[in-house]
């Protein structure tokens, strides 16, 4: 029987089953960082059981380190104590850290693909939900909770029931100025918040297979907002091209065999998915949301839907409330306070470069406050190589040091009640970016254009 | 973990839709390093003012609701892997949460807490609301082991489907580690049996 991308994937790695339908699942590779993972570290100690392959782990700090003076200590006592507190563990238990100061330091989900340690074939977990970004290289990637990344140091295996497979394809060309996140921002306000729970999603077509790794990585990012496990594309020359070389990527001969195997891992023709969906790439526009979860989205021109089939009348109006926004009315032109560009979802080097790009040689509105937060060391060297960071600070862009950062505000980096900011992360729920703070999701080229104009934009008339 | 077998409490109502786990505990709060002490801040933007004082209209301040049963809209704990949330359900007092449908980790999360979450038809999730709208001191009861709910006002009893591994893990508060490392022999034949295409 033809098999998917993802069967092939996670039926490689079933150690055994378990009677009732579990299965045990192999994990290859384990990400961690310091908020998830102080717990699971402590349950070890408690249980007094050893660390099973330290060798499959990499840790770094990244949520709630500052985004400016780096080197010097962290002001907040707390956020102090738990990146204190993974250093001391990864040094206790022989975990590879790249910490605060290091040059490999960033997110999570920026460092495992640049490094070479994301790739196709495995499966990989981390404490947060954002794993689901590694889909992009063809790996079986999701989040798990802190009870998990203690099973997973302690056997390297899961304990699972295996999800149902949904295909999302796309196909067509993109509009200019259209992206990667307008197309899952678009496939989420279609499908909901929801419309994915239990499934793990391959996402195809021809506007998918055009994108950039980058890109691709943006739409796997999100796959955890329409609820669904994880999602994945298929390897292909742009996967290999863009790992070709990379620090920790495999080399010489092992490369060769590497990538002969990775071949053999896209979906085969005829193999059925549990559910699957079709869109037209002509059909998306830039996308913004509205209101308290990512799949409140439209595209730039429209209107605030006035009754919501998919989140319930009183969820749209409970979104509303908090929004300071009214049902029917377009937020095309509407006055904006920030915009924050980072977040694992756009913090790379691509996206800097499009902010780039798109404002060289302008300024960012004077009643806009505009941070750039680049989602590693590695992507602010090359940004700082490039002279992306002249660029954007010549803008009037303040570009800051890696980190999670507005994201989730566990840092100082927060946007204030009431005020309203357009971000390139991955969430708009209710105080995600600081209490009372008002999340516009967008592409990056949306968030330039909106801090150039001090409006919501259409960036096509920026293009 | 706290072994749950069977409860008869009443409940309290959450009847929103897609309650995030920002909401069940914000990112601010995520700062400690041991798994307790989270239920002072469960639902803490919704609960509290800014100045710390209770917000009067949300249920958790309306002694007219109490009790271990947490009932609230679909798609409940979507967002972020945080365990957090399922520590600061549990640790404010909740052993059981009702919904028409959970966020695949939240559900995951809570079962490996103890809490079980427990899904019910729209329909059902409707009537309940409606039974403690009629009646906050309303009681319900879980029994686990018969995989039923019963709405003691009404009478109605319904039954639930949970896994049965995590069945047999709530009742005796056993959790995953304790059978993994019991395969630990096929762990490692299954290492070294295959192709590692992971590690350079």
Known sequence: ?463 | MTPFKKLTSSAVPLPIEDVDTDQIIPARFLKAITREGFGENLFRDWRYNKDGSPKADFVLNNPTYQGQILVAGANFGCGSSREHAAWAIGDYGFRVVVSSYFADIFRGNALNNGILPLVVTPAVLNEIFETIERDPAARFTVDLEAEEFTNEATGTVTSFEIDPYKKTCLINGYDDIDYLLSQREKIDAFEAARVDFSLA
């Open chain 1, 1 to 463: 029987m033809p098999k998917t991308l993802f069967d092939k994937v996670w039926d490689a790695h079933v150690v055994t089953e378990v009677p009732g339908g579990n299965q045990v699942l192999y994990i290859d590779r384990h990400l961690i960082h310091e908020v998830t993972s102080p717990q699971a570290f402590n349950g070890l100690r408690k249980r007094n059981i050893p660390l099973l392959r330290k060798d499959r782990i990499v840790a770094t700090a990244d949520h709630n380190v500052p985004t400016k003076d780096q080197d010097k200590p962290i002001q907040d006592p707390l956020g102090r104590k738990q990146v204190a507190m993974l250093t001391q563990n990864c040094a206790e238990y022989g975990v590879e850290l790249y910490g605060l100061g290091h040059p490999y330091q960033g997110i999570v989900h920026v460092i495992g693909p640049e490094l070479g340690i994301t790739r196709p074939g495995i499966t990989m977990v981390c404490g947060d939900s954002h794993t689901s970004t590694h889909g992009a290289f063809g790996a079986v990637a999701f989040g798990i909770g802190t009870s998990q990344v203690e099973q997973v140091m302690a056997t390297q295996c899961l304990l699972l029931t295996k999800p149902k497979t949904m295909r999302i394809n796309v196909d067509g060309d993109l509009q200019a100025g259209v992206t990667a996140k307008d197309i899952i921002l678009y496939v989420i306000s279609i499908l909901g918040t929801g419309g994915g729970t239990g499934y793990f999603v391959e996402y195809a077509g021809s506007a998918i297979r055009a994108l950039s790794m980058e890109g691709r990585m943006t739409i796997c990012n999100m796959s955890i907002e329409m609820g669904a496990r994880g999602g994945l594309i298929a390897p292909d020359q742009t996967t290999f091209d863009y790992m070709k070389d990379r620090e920790f990527a495999p080399k010489g001969e092992k490369w060769d065999e590497a990538v002969a195997y990775w071949k053999t891992l896209p979906t085969e023709e005829g193999a059925t998915f549990d559910s699957e969906y079709h869109f037209k790439a002509e059909e998306i526009t830039p996308m913004v949301t509205y209101g308290t979860n990512p799949g409140m989205g439209m595209g730039v021109g429209e209107s605030i839907p006035e009754h919501s089939s998919l989140h319930g009348d009183a969820g749209l109006a409970k979104a509303m409330k908090y929004m300071g926004l009214q049902k029917g009315i377009k937020l095309e032109g509407m006055p904006i306070d920030y915009v924050f560009i980072g977040s694992c979802t756009n913090s790379r080097i691509e996206d800097l470069r499009a902010v780039a790009k798109l404002v060289d040689g302008k300024r960012i509105a004077a009643s806009v406050t505009g941070i750039v937060v680049p989602g590693s060391q590695q992507v602010t060297k090359q940004a700082k190589l490039e002279g992306l960071d002249v660029v954007l600070r010549n803008a009037g862009f303040e570009f800051r040091d890696a980190g999670c950062s507005a994201c989730l505000g566990m840092n100082e980096d927060k946007v204030p009640a009431g005020k309203y900011c357009v971000s390139t992360s991955n969430r708009n729920f209710e105080g995600r970016q600081g209490p009372g703070a008002r999340t516009i999701l967008a592409s990056p080229l949306t968030a330039a254009a909106a801090a150039l104009t001090g409006r919501v934009t259409d960036v096509r008339e920026l293009v």
